[in-house]
């Protein structure tokens, strides 16, 4: 568990925090989803002691700290640059970074072992990261995240330049890790992913949280009707109902009907709702 | 601590797998210690070229100017005329390896071929040189014998020697009757002989030449007298021009680790292991520590390959190995502080790989690392005073040819460590603040 209180943040006099107060709960994957800007990364630094806050608290477990290097330890995180060593071989990489973890000797080379099937790179291992594809560098970055078995793992958008097969092997090893107890904390600004995966997701624009809730419970609260968009004798309408199939029913019972599309509510028009603007803008 | 070791071991691997890095580290360094050190005549005095010796010619005859013109033809070494008193001080300031003496009476004692005591040389040499004075030795004993060999394939010159030696032995109070005219006997025969001889060799003189002689180291007189003076060096010139080009190619290595691991700072910061790594359960006082630790151990390799190869290769003498030890940790400290404050000069690879190669080079240039100092002129001399690249070079000197005593070596050490901990600070605290 993690939890945020009143967390403020200023860069200089430009506001990235501003008063964020939420909890992500054990075992759940959480989706912190957000434009480019939108001040999630910052959180994340805020959350593992990169960043001091202005004021307000963090709280890792019952009663850990960002700060101390025993609460650190139950956190791993694949963040959004690939921070791996490109002249070590994969193998290397794993071996440093479960070194710096404290692991050493039997534990070491287990776990290296896991980490490798588990991102399934183990025919790859020794070799150098420069020679693998974006998405094999993402899942080694992955398994250098997991590797000292932390219980909350955090990824800052964890499938920019990836393939969708590579894509979707993180998206199964995600939901693995969150089978095996783990707590997920998933940044992205890909509303495809946060409803693909996600428990809970928070709407995050400007430093604050808009929303936060299911993705059904916000579609329903924030995301509208579907809207049927037909174009009837040369004249396009755009049509909110509640049964889109019903309402095209009645329509074609009116006259011919020359196109007509419709759209569901999703977190992308939530989004739009609540922040007045795209999510990629 | 483990993770200190870690991280150091890391860097290290790192270091040494990016080619061009090892390259520029470690391959650049000797080159450019083997080039300028060639170029500047570097083993002239490694034992396989001539050795420059002066010398004095206190008889003044005509035999020691034969001799001297002997020597002057002599391949071995090349001779420069001098007054013994200028010959002993250059000697014993290290300007020169030895100086050779022809003393009064050369002359005169090369004549009596049988009698009385050989031509007397002075050699002046260091104690220490002993592989030049044995040199010295066996050359002069060379063209020393050339008179015995002249003598005896001349029998004119032999029929003078004889006359000489009979009156010699006529005039000397001290020898016994029966002896005298024993010798007298002996002699009288042998003029006959060379008499018989000359004549034989003047009919033949038409012929082709013989050139066989008889090697006069099987000639069981003495050619020469040699004595050696021993000149104690005050402060020795260097051995040869690596004992200068070496300090340089150190500094070359040492500058190139500094830049490397300035630079990696920034890597690690841009690519987001130092993210990582400062998530881990490590603080950044560690990170730090792994990353100057990789530093100075790779500042130590270089140092070492470095001398190992100048005294074992190219003949460059230690004088101390307790100072060189001093040398080579104060060096090491000093441009692990600087690594520190190279890698807060910019954000990005560029600007800190940048900024960096150009404050180095700088000081480089001032400090004596691209014209040695010894070179350099006065005011050039006085600017490179505040360039560490001076006072590690000078710290190697010291220990490879300047032979610094302990308390001469503190200046350069301590103001070396002093640097060095400095600018870790500095670049500590700005890496904290800016982190």
Redesign the interface.
């Known amino acids: 568990m993690i939890r945020f209180t009143n967390l403020n943040k200023s860069y200089g006099k430009r506001k990235v925090i501003d008063n964020l107060s939420f909890t992500i709960q054990a075992n759940e994957i959480f989706g912190l989803l957000g434009p480019n800007g939108a001040g999630k990364t910052t959180s994340v630094n805020l959350a593992?002691?990169?960043l001091e806050p202005d004021s307000g608290s963090i709280t890792i477990g019952e009663n850990g700290s960002p700060h101390s290097?025993?609460d650190?330890?139950q956190?791993g995180?694949a963040?959004?640059?690939?921070?791996?060593?490109e002249?070590?071989t994969a193998e290397?990489n794993l071996l440093?970074?479960g070194?710096?973890?404290?692991l050493?000797g039997k534990v070491l080379r287990d776990r290296v072992d896991w980490a490798f099937q588990f991102v399934s790179l183990e025919n790859r291992r020794k070799d150098k990261p420069v020679n693998y594809s974006g998405g094999m560098k993402r899942r080694l970055n992955l398994a250098?995240g997991i590797l000292h078995d932390p219980k909350i793992l955090i990824l800052d958008e964890p499938t920019v330049g990836v393939d969708p097969q590579s894509r979707n092997a993180i998206f199964e090893q995600i939901k693995l890790l969150n089978d095996a107890g783990k707590t997920i904390v998933y940044i992205t600004h890909y509303m495809e992913e946060a409803e693909q995966l996600c428990d809970r997701v928070a709407i995050m624009d400007d430093g604050k949280i808009h929303a936060m809730g299911t993705v059904e419970n916000l579609i329903e609260t924030h995301g509208g009707k579907p809207v049927v968009k037909v174009k009837m004798n040369s004249v396009s309408e755009v049509i909110e109902t509640d049964d889109p199939i019903r309402k095209l029913d009645d329509l074609r019972r009116t006259g011919s009907i020359d196109k007509f599309s419709v759209e569901y509510p999703n977190l992308e028009r939530v989004f739009l709702k609540l922040t007045g603007k795209k999510l990629r803008d | 601590m483990?993770?200190i070791l870690?991280?150091a071991l890391?860097d290290l691997?790192?270091m040494f797998?990016?080619k061009s890095g090892f390259f520029f580290t470690f391959i650049f360094p000797i080159i450019i210690a083997v080039l300028f050190g060639s170029i500047f005549g570097g083993d002239h005095n490694g034992g396989t070229r001539t050795m420059t010796v002066l010398i004095v010619d206190e008889d003044s005859t005509t035999a020691s100017q034969d001799f001297i013109k002997q020597l002057d033809a002599a391949a071995e070494i090349k001779i420069v005329p001098s007054t013994l008193a200028v010959a002993s001080e250059r000697v014993r300031v290290g300007k020169n390896t030895a100086y050779i003496a022809i003393k009064k009476g050369y002359g005169d004692a090369s004549e009596q071929m049988f009698w009385g005591d050989p031509p007397e040389i002075e050699i002046g040499v260091d104690p220490a040189r002993r592989a030049e004075s044995a040199m010295l030795n066996g050359i002069l004993m060379k063209y020393g014998s050339k008179r015995f060999q002249d003598a005896f394939s001349d029998p004119q010159k032999m029929l003078q020697n004889l006359n000489i030696s009979k009156e010699a032995i006529e005039n000397d109070s001290d020898l016994d009757t029966t002896w005298k005219n024993n010798l007298s006997q002996l002699f009288t025969d042998l003029d006959r002989f060379f008499e018989f001889e000359s004549n034989q060799i003047e009919e033949l003189d038409s012929l082709p030449a013989d050139n066989s002689t008889t090697s006069a180291e099987n000639n069981v007189m003495l050619p020469l007298l040699i004595t050696q003076k021993n000149v104690a060096v005050l402060k020795a010139g260097p051995i040869n021009a690596y004992a200068i080009s070496f300090p340089q190619g150190i500094i070359w290595g040492i500058i190139g680790v500094a830049a490397a691991f300035g630079i990696s700072i920034v890597v690690e910061r841009t690519?987001?292991?130092l993210?990582?790594?400062?998530?881990?359960?490590?603080?950044l006082g560690q990170v730090l520590a792994g990353k100057a630790l990789a530093c100075f151990t790779a500042i130590i390799a270089i140092d070492i390959v470095l001398v190992t190869l100048a005294v074992t290769v190219f003949g460059v003498s230690i004088n101390s190995f307790v100072l060189l030890l001093l040398a080579i940790l104060s060096s090491a400290i000093c441009f692990t502080g600087i690594m520190m404050l190279l890698s807060v000069l910019g954000k990005t690879e560029r600007s800190v790989g940048g900024i960096g190669w150009a404050v180095l080079l700088v000081l480089s240039m001032i400090g004596g690392g691209m014209i040695p100092l010894m070179f350099m002129p006065g005011w050039m001399k006085t600017v490179g005073t505040y360039s560490p690249v001076k006072w590690t070079i000078l710290s190697f000197e010291g220990v490879m040819w300047r032979g610094f005593s302990f308390s001469e070596m503190l200046q350069p050490v301590g103001i070396l460590l002093s640097i060095g901990v400095v600018s870790f600070l500095i670049g500590v605290i700005v890496m904290k603040k800016t982190s």
């Open positions: 593992v002691g990169l290097k025993k650190r330890l956190i995180v963040t959004q640059a690939l921070a791996i060593y002249d070590l290397e440093f970074f070194r710096i973890y404290g050493s250098c | 483990i993770q870690t991280l890391k691997t790192v797998r990016d690519q987001g292991t993210q990582r790594l400062r998530i881990a359960p490590i603080s």
